[in-house]
T-cell receptor, first 116, second 114 residues
Framework: AQSVTQLGSHVSVSEGALVLLRCNYS??????LFWYVQYPNQGLQLLLK??????LVKGINGFEAEFKKSETSFHLTKPSAHMSDAAEYFC??????????????FGQGTTLQVKP | DAMVIQNPRYQVTQFGKPVTLSCSQT?????MYWYQQKSSQAPKLLFHYYDKDFNNEADTPDNFQSRRPNTSFCFLDIRSPGLGDAAMYLCATSRAGGYTDTQYFGPGTRLTVL
């Protein structure tokens, strides 16, 4: 079975500092990985996705993630945090172990706090 | 703008009183999903429709049902809500349901059970 683990349920950074949100996956097949952001009382918005093309994936709002097979990781980074980045971030893997339904398996989420 | 719309945004119901949540989409996507997200937890898939084909997750309680009368609309029915069903319910769509397809989420309906 596939799964993702997000290390750190809360991350706090200062405005302008590097953002690093960690995600590790477990999969017996090549994974398809996603990062979503959720602002309070809103739905999820796709930041970026890895679909086995380039290992460094660039997303919206200055975020990027690097797929590292040797480390089974897909960490999300942003060079300089902005106050508007404060939100909940979810890493997810597409469940390719079952039929082609596009089912997403989410990690537990990481709350990003940005301090002025 | 093409989008996924959920109504209502907030729903309060009483223990055991049936409730229906609505989702509509203007994306003309084939697949519609319903996720349940409890407080401080990850979203969990309840079921999805590929066109008119209904696919229930194995661990979705029988209390939860869904209808998709046409491409644009999908409903989540909770027959007898319990206190444990209080959650945010997220509707999502994707074009074809493939492994790499992006899912587009609505803003969610927050359900409170009194």
């Amino acid at each position: 079975a596939q799964s993702v683990t997000q290390l750190g349920s809360h991350v706090s950074v200062s405005e302008g500092a590097l953002v690093l949100l960690r995600c590790n996956y477990s999969s017996s097949v090549p994974p398809y990985l996603f990062w979503y952001v959720q602002y309070p009382n809103q739905g999820l918005q796709l930041l970026l996705k890895y679909t086995s093309a380039a290992t460094l994936v660039k997303g919206i709002n200055g975020f990027e993630a690097e797929f590292k097979k040797s480390e089974t990781s897909f960490h999300l980074t942003k060079p300089s945090a902005h106050m508007s980045d404060a939100a909940e971030y979810f890493c997810a893997v597409s469940d390719s172990g079952s039929s082609n339904t596009g089912k997403l398996i989410f990690g537990q989420g990481t709350t990003l706090q940005v301090k002025p | 703008d093409a989008m996924v719309i959920q109504n209502p945004r907030y729903q309060v119901t009483q223990f055991g009183k049936p409730v229906t949540l609505s989702c509509s989409q203007t994306l003309n996507h084939n697949v519609m999903y319903w996720y349940q997200q409890k407080s401080s937890q990850a979203p969990k898939l309840l079921f999805h429709y590929y066109d008119k084909d209904f696919n229930n997750e194995a661990d979705t309680p029988d209390n939860f049902q869904s209808r998709r009368p046409n491409t644009s609309f999908c409903f989540l029915d909770i027959r007898s809500p319990g206190l444990g069903d209080a959650a945010m319910y997220l509707c999502a769509t994707s074009r074809a349901g493939g492994y790499t397809d992006t899912q587009y989420f609505g803003p969610g309906t927050r359900l409170t059970v009194l």
